[in-house]
C-alpha cells in the first residue's frame, strides 16, 4: 500500500502543483478534501483547491515543485519538498515583484480510498519573504553604485521600468528611462566626483526605504540656477522606492534642499517648484 500512496502523491505533486491540471484535482482528490496552511484559512473541498492553485500559478508561473524526500505509511504521506519560481503575481499579500523564489517545506497528507484527503502545508515563508525583500535591496544598492555614483546608465533599463516615476522635491516629475538618464548625466557633469552613501535601507513586499548622504564638488551648472563655485556640498534626503516585476516603478525623494541652495548662495525664493504630474 505504502508504494501505491507514494505513486499518489507523485501524481499530486506533478500532475495538479507542477501542471496545473484540473482533470487530475477530479480525479485524485476526495470531494470532502480539507487544507490547513497557517498562513491561509483553511479550505474544504476541490474546488477551493482548484481557486488556490489558480492563484498560485498566477503568482509564480514558471513555479516548480521538486520532491526531496517522500516516506508513507498507513494513510499518510510525507514529502519533503523545495519550490522554485519567479514572484510575478500576488502572494499572501506581497504583490509582484519578479524576483526568483526558493523555498522549503513539508507537506503531509491523508489518504483515503485512492485520493488525497487532507493535506497539511508547512513553508518557510519568513525565508522567502526575506528573499523578496533582498531582492529589492540589492537592486536599490546596485542603482546607487553603478548608476549614481559610477554613471553606469546601461543598467538603468535593467533596473527600472520603462515609465518608471522619479519624483524629487523641488523638481519637475521625470518619467521614463530618458528623462532619468539626461538627469543624472546633467548631476554627474555639476558634481564629476559625487557620492550617494544609502544607511538604514530597509524593504518590505514591493517596497524598499532608506536615508542617505549626497556628498560631491559643485564644478558645473547645477539646474539652471547656479554657476560653478568650486564648493564640497554635502546635504541628506531619504527616498522611497516601489517595485514592480523585479524593477523600480517609483522613487519618491525628500532631500534638503534648502541647505543646498544656502549653501549656493541662492535665496529661497529662486528655488524651482517641482511641477506635480497629471
Known sequence: MSEENKALVHRWTEEIWNQGSMSAIDEIVAADYVHHDPLMPEMRGAEALKQLLVTLRAAFPDGRFTEDALIAEGDMAVMRWTYRGTHKGEWIGVAGTGSLAEITGTTSLRLAGGKVAEHWAHWDALGWVRQV?????AAVRRYLD????????????????????????????????????????????????????????????????????FTGTHQGEWMGVAAPTGKQMTW?????????????????VEWDALAAYQALGIPAQAQPMRQVAG
Open 133 to 137: 525583500e533582498g531582492a529589492a535591496k
Open 146 to 213: 553603478e548608476i549614481l555614483n559610477n554613471g553606469n546608465l546601461d543598467l538603468v533599463e535593467e533596473i527600472f521600468t520603462p515609465d518608471s516615476l522619479w519624483r524629487l522635491s523641488h523638481t519637475p516629475d521625470m518619467r521614463g528611462y530618458e528623462a532619468r538618464k539626461q538627469y543624472i548625466i546633467g548631476a554627474r557633469r555639476a558634481y564629476p566626483d559625487l557620492r550617494i552613501t544609502m544607511t538604514d535601507l530597509i524593504a518590505e513586499g514591493a517596497m524598499a526605504a532608506g536615508r542617505w548622504t
Open 236 to 252: 541628506s534626503g531619504a527616498t522611497t522606492f516601489h517595485f514592480v516585476g523585479g524593477r523600480i516603478a517609483e522613487e519618491l
